[in-house]
């Protein structure tokens, strides 16, 4: 005896897939982000976990935030070492 062929027919759900107008819209210019990564004490992590739960923002919402907030301060200057204040 032969074996059967048996075919598999792929079961059509109606999503996911490539076709036209699927995916994410691409945003304009001006919104796009760029990521960054860097490292922090696991107890800043945590502050910062904290912050984002009472806050209701997500940690890059937070994190971006402050930092916008954080550079539109007035820079403090630092004195560069070996300088002599008179």
Not at 48 to 63: H, T
């Amino acid at each position: 005896m032969g074996k059967s062929k048996k075919s598999k027919k792929k079961k059509v759900s109606g999503r996911g897939g490539a076709r036209r107008g699927a995916g994410r819209k691409p945003k304009p210019e001006g919104e796009k982000m760029v990521s960054i990564s860097f490292a922090l004490l696991p107890e800043l992590r945590d502050q910062i976990d904290e912050r984002r739960r009472l806050e209701g923002v997500g940690r890059s919402e937070l994190l971006r935030r402050y930092s916008q907030e954080g550079l539109a301060r007035k820079p403090k200057l630092r004195k560069q070492k070996g300088s002599k204040t008179s």
